[in-house]
């Protein structure tokens, strides 16, 4: 009996291939970007499952492209990307890859508020110019840590992650969103309205999934809110911050620095204003980007992937609805 045919928008992994090849005939597109859209309506044809990322927009086109298509196995824990209620519609269940990327996450969100706080890139290229001649009292002041305010904007998770790590520097943490209040408690974290907590903190961390009601979530109104010494930092979706506005306030010191794991567009264009600002540290999407948790997010996405080929429950499905 031929195994089902799979395909994978890109190579991930060895650990979550192997698992793949072991049931499926799987088809790798071998390439650093992701496939156009001609291609990817092509490779799709065929094939039972598909290995997504979040870069691979699979809508109701796509779907329809693929009339074997049984599930569609995201290797995110977002899911942006894939028209879910198209899947629903079609009774084809979409897997995700939830909670193993939590702590690594938290870990770049953090990193990147502390390399802002003292402005580490900036620091760098300070040396690797050879403007570094002496010691000096008034060279690249940063901003304290230990005592600072941090407000988190979407409580869950890797936003309750961020906190743990926030309590150990001594902050004082606000969030917004997304948690009960035992929770909260436990952390040492207090509740406020958006427009609170951005008035308040020192540091804001934004922590929400991206939809209709994120979008430009920060914008030229929340920037204003916000104290001109307070640092952004976005390691959820670039779309949740307006570029625009976010480069206005940051070049007319309306805020003092930001620091961004996602852009948008996503990768960011070279001509972006947003790339001529040393208080703009950007790194290209990296939040989930160890050795260990990459290899995690392959397996668990080969899992959901062999499950709904087998007609089995997804182990981490975003659309559990289609078993009723």
């Given at each position: 009996?031929?195994?089902p045919?799979?395909?994978?928008?890109?190579?991930?992994?060895e650990k979550?291939?192997e698992?793949?090849?072991a049931?499926c005939?799987v088809?790798?597109?071998?390439?650093?970007?992701?496939p156009?859209r001609d291609?990817?309506?092509r490779?799709?044809?065929?094939?039972?499952g598909i290995l997504s990322l979040?870069?691979?927009?699979?809508?109701?086109?796509?779907?329809?492209?693929?009339?074997r298509?049984?599930?569609i196995?995201n290797?995110?824990?977002?899911?942006d990307?894939?028209?879910v209620?198209a899947?629903?519609e079609r009774?084809?269940?979409?897997g995700?890859?939830?909670?193993?990327?939590?702590e690594?996450?938290?870990?770049?969100?953090?990193?990147?508020?502390?390399?802002?706080a003292r402005?580490?890139?900036?620091?760098?290229r300070?040396v690797?110019?050879?403007?570094?001649?002496?010691?000096?009292?008034?060279l690249?002041l940063g901003?304290?840590i230990?005592?600072?305010?941090l407000?988190?904007?979407g409580f869950?998770?890797?936003?309750?992650?961020?906190a743990r790590?926030a309590?150990g520097?001594?902050?004082?943490?606000?969030y917004h969103?997304g948690s009960n209040?035992q929770t909260?408690?436990?952390?040492?974290a207090?509740e406020?309205?958006?427009?609170?907590?951005?008035a308040e903190?020192d540091?804001?961390?934004?922590h929400?999934p991206?939809k209709?009601?994120?979008h430009h979530?920060?914008g030229?109104r929340?920037?204003h809110l916000?104290k001109?010494t307070?640092i952004l930092?976005?390691?959820?979706r670039?779309?949740?911050?307006?570029?625009h506005?976010l480069?206005?306030?940051?070049s007319s010191?309306?805020?003092?620095y930001?620091a961004?794991d996602v852009?948008?567009?996503?990768?960011?264009?070279?001509d972006?204003?947003?790339?001529t600002l040393?208080?703009?540290?950007?790194?290209?999407?990296i939040?989930?980007?160890?050795?260990?948790t990459r290899?995690?997010?392959?397996?668990?996405?080969a899992?959901?992937l062999?499950a709904?080929l087998?007609?089995?429950?997804?182990?981490?499905c975003?659309n559990?609805?289609?078993?009723?």
């Amino acid at each position: 009996m031929s195994k089902p045919r799979v395909l994978v928008t890109r190579p991930v992994p060895e650990k979550g291939l192997e698992r793949l090849r072991a049931v499926c005939d799987v088809h790798v597109y071998q390439s650093k970007l992701p496939p156009s859209r001609d291609v990817l309506l092509r490779e799709i044809a065929d094939c039972e499952g598909i290995l997504s990322l979040l870069t691979d927009p699979i809508d109701a086109e796509v779907m329809s492209a693929a009339p074997r298509l049984k599930v569609i196995s995201n290797m995110a824990v977002g899911y942006d990307n894939v028209d879910v209620k198209a899947a629903t519609e079609r009774k084809i269940p979409v897997g995700h890859t939830p909670g193993v990327l939590t702590e690594t996450s938290a870990d770049l969100a953090f990193a990147l508020l502390m390399a802002a706080a003292r402005r580490l890139g900036e620091g760098e290229r300070y040396v690797k110019s050879g403007q570094w001649v002496t010691w000096s009292p008034q060279l690249l002041l940063g901003y304290d840590i230990y005592g600072a305010t941090l407000g988190i904007v979407g409580f869950g998770r890797i936003g309750q992650a961020v906190a743990r790590r926030a309590r150990g520097f001594g902050m004082q943490i606000l969030y917004h969103g997304g948690s009960n209040q035992q929770t909260a408690q436990a952390l040492g974290a207090q509740e406020r309205t958006l427009d609170q907590l951005l008035a308040e903190s020192d540091f804001i961390s934004l922590h929400v999934p991206f939809k209709n009601a994120t979008h430009h979530l920060i914008g030229e109104r929340e920037l204003h809110l916000m104290k001109r010494t307070a640092i952004l930092i976005n390691t959820a979706r670039g779309p949740v911050v307006d570029p625009h506005a976010l480069y206005e306030a940051l070049s007319s010191g309306v805020i003092a620095y930001a620091a961004l794991d996602v852009t948008e567009p996503e990768p960011i264009h070279m001509d972006d204003p947003l790339l001529t600002l040393d208080n703009c540290l950007i790194v290209p999407h990296i939040g989930s980007s160890t050795v260990a948790t990459r290899e995690k997010m392959a397996s668990i996405a080969a899992a959901n992937l062999i499950a709904g080929l087998q007609g089995e429950k997804l182990p981490h499905c975003v659309n559990p609805q289609v078993y009723d």
